[in-house]
């Protein structure tokens, strides 16, 4: 139960809803590198509830699917980020968010370079 393979998990599905198929894994393990290290810059009293929420999330797969959300094909993962994305709770909608706005920066900033 890595953190960095959820955090992997999610940029990937990102990356196929955002990029094109040309994309690099080179790319992609930059992009999870730097999201785990602006959630790291992220003062204790966020990062930690954003940590469990993550774990939250990857568990929340098995509930659903039958396994963890790292462990789902694409078109599982796709629906499963969805369904967070459109809940009724505000903090799922808030996770999904979070996380596309801060794969998009990451991805325009490096595009910018």
Same mark, same amino acid.
């Given at each position: 139960?890595?953190?960095?393979?959820?955090?992997?998990?999610?940029?990937?599905?990102?990356?196929?809803?955002?990029?094109?198929?040309?994309?690099?894994?080179?790319?992609?393990?930059g992009v999870v590198s730097q999201i785990?290290?602006?959630?790291? !810059?992220?003062?204790?009293?966020?990062?930690?509830?954003?940590? +469990?929420?993550?774990?939250? =999330?990857?568990?929340?797969?098995? +509930?659903?699917?039958?396994?963890?959300?790292?462990?789902?094909?694409?078109?599982?993962? !796709?629906?499963?980020?969805?369904?967070?994305?459109?809940?009724?709770?505000? +903090?799922?909608?808030? =996770? !999904?968010?979070?996380?596309?706005?801060?794969?998009?920066?990451?991805?325009?900033?490096?595009?910018?370079?």
């Open positions: 139960m890595s953190y960095p393979q959820i955090i992997t998990a999610i940029t990937m599905e990102l990356q196929r809803r955002y990029a094109g198929e040309g994309q690099d894994s080179a790319r992609e393990s785990i290290e602006r959630q790291n !810059a992220m003062p204790d009293y966020l990062r930690f509830p954003m940590r +469990v929420l993550t774990r939250i =999330f990857d568990f929340w797969g098995l +509930v659903v699917c039958g396994h963890r959300f790292q462990n789902l094909d694409p078109a599982e993962q !796709a629906r499963m980020f969805d369904a967070w994305k459109k809940s009724r709770f505000n +903090v799922c909608r808030n =996770f !999904a968010r979070f996380y596309e706005s801060l794969y998009l920066l990451i991805v325009l900033q490096e595009d910018a370079r």
